[in-house]
């Protein structure tokens, strides 16, 4: 069993990133990018304006009770809001829950940068530094490589515990997803400092 612990609302920082709590500002461009058939080619569906809000209403809310969750992430540069990440916890009937699962999803024009993995890092560090997660899972759709990519480039090993995703039909495209986990004790050994 997973000991969920309430934490004031904090605010994360990497190399080029704000991870932090949302802002109504971000509504608009989360919204564009959840209706971009592009960036959610590995979910079922794009997401109205509607669905969006809701989606930011429910991580703010989540922030605010337990102090983590998904995040915003906001360029430094720019001030820009480009995707969230985070943490989240996860008891859907799948392999190995409950769990703390980690997440991404970035607008398309920021790909390719290297700020999946650098924000997720920073959300792997709060899960082990702040949260003493004993491991930290994510999964997705088996098609998703350049998720993948990002598990492994974060430590990640692939469980070999394939599922089936409980909230779509079995004969779907997307319902085979693959599980990643990386333990504290890994993390720790990858990120001596």
Request: net charge negative; glycine share 6%; charged share 25%.
């Amino acid at each position: 069993m997973i000991e969920i612990l309430k934490r004031d609302v904090c605010q994360l920082q990497t190399e080029r990133l704000i991870i932090r709590q949302w802002q109504e500002e971000d509504h608009a461009p989360f919204a564009a990018m959840c209706a971009d058939p592009h960036v959610m080619r590995y979910f079922p569906a794009t997401l109205s304006e509607d669905e969006s809000v809701q989606l930011a209403h429910k991580a703010t809310s989540l922030i605010k009770d337990n102090g983590w969750g998904f995040w915003a992430v906001e360029r430094k540069d720019t001030g820009q809001f480009i995707g969230l990440t985070g943490l989240h916890y996860q008891d859907l009937d799948i392999p190995n829950t409950p769990f703390i699962e980690i997440g991404w999803r970035l607008a398309a024009d920021h790909w390719g940068k290297g700020f999946a993995p650098e924000a997720a890092q920073g959300a792997l560090r709060y899960a082990f530094d702040e949260l003493q997660a004993p491991a930290v899972y994510a999964f997705t759709t088996l098609a998703n490589q350049p998720s993948r990519r990002v598990m492994q480039k974060l430590g990640m090993s692939d469980c070999q515990q394939n599922f089936m995703h409980p909230k779509l039909p079995r004969d779907h495209s997307l319902a085979e997803h693959c599980l990643y986990r990386i333990t504290r004790q890994e993390w720790l050994l990858l990120n001596k400092e």
